[in-house]
């Protein structure tokens, strides 16, 4: 089998099976880090499958691998469970990446996963010793307030390095959208959180195929419902969470991309309904997105984008909060001259 064939040259070892039961089977008698599913298969198809294998294999990555170019075939995919979407023909590049893409977001799942079984065996160690001091204490809060931001710095790269997005890009979104939150006074419990948390807005890219996520160009409407699907997916990952400020980049994640107007993804909320770290961290996308070069533009000034932004208020951005942004405006631009891209490609 030519797929079995490409993935043992890069080292992996494969099992083959005709059909979901087979899979199944197999799964049950030993474990797998990741299953390619075909989404047309004899009997079970594979969007069926997907989410037999979180229920009783929830370790196991799942990406699926189809002939039908279909946004609403993805979109479901990727609600049940799937953590990429190949669509053929592909090159063989493309499901060598998108294995490995899977394989690391897997991993950095699991090691979340660990990583908050760890701080719950702290917590409750800490509680067992009766903790006699403040210091003690707060030497404990600091800890896992340290361990929560690792791994968010960690997941934020991830999701970042798979596009021409930058570390310098994270630095600016974490201010721009602290900025924004603290001038609109919102309590500072929460200004830290959105400061933490925001960076992981779009971690949903993890799961979104490479030639669509690196396309130097315009996407077509396929492409762009695909594309999306990155609001969901994000969600997906940081949901399941006792901690605050992973709920919070789960809220971020999901809504940054909704409009004022309605007109947005992935719910199509209005006003008032959207959150407001989502409200907050569009603003900061957004401006971000305009002011820095990419490989298919070129950077737009500051205040040009600004122009552009203000043109979209009540439409796309919440206006109160544009209006605040606007006057910030003196700080905002210490912030993109504080962190620049300084190995942005040239636009082509």
């Given at each position: ?24 089977s197999i799964l049950d008698r030993a474990p797998f880090d ?188 396929a492409e762009r419902q695909i594309m999306q699907t990155h ?23 999901h809504t940054h991309h909704e409009r004022w107007d309605g ?86």
């Amino acid at each position: 089998m030519l797929l079995q064939r490409l993935l043992e040259r890069e080292g992996h070892r494969c099992q083959v099976a005709g059909t979901a039961e087979e899979a199944m089977s197999i799964l049950d008698r030993a474990p797998f880090d990741l299953v390619l599913s075909d989404v047309n298969m004899p009997g079970e198809s594979g969007i069926q499958l997907a989410p037999r294998i979180g229920a009783r294999f929830p370790q196991t990555a799942i990406v699926m691998v189809t002939g039908v170019d279909d946004p609403k075939v993805a979109a479901n995919a990727v609600q049940l469970g799937a953590y990429g979407y190949i669509i053929k023909p592909f090159e063989p590049n493309e499901i060598v990446i998108g294995v490995m893409n899977a394989l690391r977001r897997r991993e950095l799942e699991i090691e979340n996963r660990r990583h908050r079984e760890r701080l719950e065996e702290l917590v409750a160690e800490r509680t067992v010793a009766l903790l006699s001091t403040v210091e003690e204490l707060r030497l404990a809060h600091q800890e896992v307030k340290n361990a929560q931001e690792e791994t968010i710095h960690r997941l934020s790269i991830a999701s970042e390095t798979r596009d021409e997005e930058t570390g310098a890009h994270i630095q600016r979104m974490s201010r721009y959208c602290e900025l924004l939150a603290r001038h609109a006074e919102l309590p500072e419990e929460r200004v830290e959180l959105v400061r933490v948390a925001s960076p992981l807005h779009d971690v949903g890219k993890i799961g979104i195929p490479d030639r669509i996520l690196q396309k130097p160009g315009p996407h077509t409407p396929a492409e762009r419902q695909i594309m999306q699907t990155h609001a969901e997916i994000g969600y997906r990952i940081l949901a399941d969470t006792g901690y605050q400020v992973l709920k919070v980049a789960a809220t971020i994640a999901h809504t940054h991309h909704e409009r004022w107007d309605g007109s947005g993804y992935p719910r199509g909320l209005v006003g008032p309904a959207i959150p407001v770290v989502g409200r907050i961290t569009a603003i900061a996308d957004v401006f971000d997105a305009l002011t820095t070069r990419r490989v298919y533009k070129a950077a737009l000034d500051p205040h040009v984008s600004l122009e552009m932004m203000v043109a979209e208020r009540g439409a796309q951005f919440d206006p109160h909060l544009l209006d605040i942004f606007v006057r910030s405006m003196d700080d905002v631009l210490a912030i993109h001259a504080a962190f620049p891209d300084e190995t942005a490609p040239p636009p082509y």
